[in-house]
């Protein structure tokens, strides 16, 4: 058994504010009481939560584990302790791995793996098309049936809208989100940034926004064909944006995540650095702006770290010649406190909803601090001052751009299903 006591009770889902002691039994919440109320026996594990937040478990809806095919970029293991040690306590992870997460016996491996070594709970993302391709449907009854939780062909959009509408269609039967890059690729091709001032100065390929957002464009309109649960990933576009609300407004089964990425940096930031390439690429003042729009009134969803790990062979060449992406794990909680709570655009209570009932609801479950819940608890600081140092990351890769920046607040202590996976010292 587990007491936390004395923490500042945080959960959206049940609109809880206040200072509440926690009793973990097993897997399982087995009591919440105001605090004090709660004697602890001789010899239960007892955390003082003090000063500190107590959140339903932060739930990560996109992530690279790169397992199987790529682990000299992540494991499993290693990618689920960097997401422990950023708060998170479930992560879905997208299925670009090699082979690609195409059918059940890739989805076992994969659940096998996280039960053996993983800090966290891993939920798999089952791909859309047989290999990523884009050429004909998967077999995602029987993903279904061994795990998965969602279907995406992450790392690129469902090929054609043909495709797009077939899997729609078969998703809604199952009750599965189809999560969407949302990327014209003929409009992105050989781009390494988004287009403007920025990468015409730098002589890099830029990419239109219009690259995202037509592309959303067509798979709002698909999602209202279908019925199906469409789920925009990592949406950098005001014009993208201003799709999800307008789908939202007619009752549409539509949503949305930002990356802390997205919402902190802009294509003004970019440098000969590969640290910043990511897809989609950072993106202008103007769109940075709308998210935290979007972000404070309600039509992004949920935050989400696009963590895409690469080991420092990759990216360590031209910036034209690198992959995108980006480490995301221990940043994330730091970054949305930062720029969207401590800059008074958002209350702590919608920044946790954000991380914890948004992500739940897109899947289809719900997530909340309440007797029979699942013992799954992020503890957290809103002000204690650290420096995020890359080398310190349990991940095998480096590749992030907040190497050396000052927080103020972050994770604390990382609970899944009763245990302390990860505590700060």
Known sequence: MLLIKNGRVIDPASKTDANLDVLLDGEKIKEVAPAGKIAAPHGMEVFDASGLIVAPGFIDLHVHLREPGQESSETIETGTRAAARGGFTAVCCMPNTKPVNDNASVTRFILDRAKAGGSVRVWPIGAASVGSKGEAIAEIAAMKEAGIVAVSDDGKPIATAKLARQVMDYCRSLDLPVIEHSEDVSLAAGAVM????TSTRLGLRGMPAAAESVCVARDVQLAELTG??????????????????????????VCCEVTPHHFTLIDEDVQYDSKFKMNPPLAAREDREALLAGLADGTVDAIATDHAPHEPALKDVEFDRAPFGILGFETALALALEQLVQSGRLSLMRMVELFTAGPARVLGIERKIAAGQPGDLTIFSANHSWTYHVKESPSKSRNSPFDGRAFKGGPTATVVAGRVVHRSH
Request: overall charge positive; hydrophobic content about 45%; aromatic content about 4%.
């Open 194 to 197: 988004r287009e403007g001032v």
């Open 228 to 253: 199906a649960r469409l789920h925009v990933a990592h949406l950098s576009a005001k014009a993208s944006l201003e799709q999800v609300r307008w789908a939202k407004s007619r009752g549409l089964r």
